[in-house]
């Protein structure tokens, strides 16, 4: 089974500040997915990294997939309190033949005013 | 919106009911997913649909099963449920294999299931 380790679990920071929410794992995907989630509601997908190496930029969010494309990491700059939420990577395994996705357990952050 | 809806929003009903969640996916996706989602385990993969067929299968209970119609629309059926099984439900879908070569999943709202 492959699975995905989030840290830190919770981030509670000041607007203004910045942040790196890290996603790591002992197996290869072929793609890695980040997604945020508002309590309540379903994820919606932030990003895809293919590329071992690979860094995307979203506006202030900046997300890079490690060169060995079993991790990854999510950089917020200047974090304002719209970015509040939880964050998830998803991963696509290498094996099993099927398209699902792996989770991370998630990253709840809360950026304070 | 991610173009996936899910009807109910929320469901409440007691132990040893049966309930049917249902899933339109995306205009053109083809594959349609099923998670789990309960504070102590996150987002658990149930089962996969690819027009019609079932792809793959991940942690689902045997009292839950799920089709996906000929006009793609998915429904996810749990029976005999335990209060352990109240959590939010979602379903994602995909084309399969986008362009890029990556797998992405856009998400419905979710269905609250709540068993009293």
């Known amino acids: 089974t492959q699975l995905l380790e989030q840290s830190p679990q919770f981030l509670s920071i000041q607007e203004g500040e910045n942040l790196t929410v890290y996603c790591n794992s002992s197996s290869v995907f072929s793609s890695l997915q980040w997604y945020r989630q508002e309590p309540g509601e379903g994820p919606v997908l932030l990003v895809t990294v293919v590329t071992g190496g690979e860094v995307k930029k979203l506006k202030r969010l900046t997300f890079q997939f490690g060169d060995a494309r079993k991790d990854s990491s999510l950089h917020i700059t200047a974090a304002q309190p719209g970015d509040t939420g939880l964050y998830l990577c998803?991963?696509?395994?290498?094996?099993?033949?099927?398209?699902?996705?792996?989770f991370g357990k998630g990253t709840k952050l809360t950026v304070n005013p | 919106d991610s173009g996936v809806t899910q009807t109910p929003k929320h469901l409440i009903t007691a132990t040893g009911q049966r309930v049917t969640l249902r899933c339109s996916p995306r205009?053109?996706?083809?594959?349609v997913y099923w998670y789990q989602q309960s504070l102590d385990q996150g987002l658990q993969f149930l089962i996969q649909y690819y027009n019609g067929e079932e792809r793959a299968k991940g942690n689902i209970l045997e009292r839950f099963s799920a089709q996906q119609f000929p006009d793609l629309h998915s429904e996810l059926n749990l029976s005999s449920l335990e209060l352990g099984d109240s959590a939010l439900y979602f379903c994602?879908?995909?084309?399969?294999?986008?362009?890029?070569?990556?797998?992405?999943?856009?998400f419905g709202p979710g269905t609250r299931l709540t068993v009293l």
């Open positions: 205009s053109g996706d083809l594959s």
């Open positions: 998803a991963g696509s395994p290498t094996q099993g033949g099927s398209e699902k996705l792996v």
């Open positions: 994602a879908s995909s084309v399969v294999m986008g362009t890029s070569g990556s797998n992405e999943q856009f």
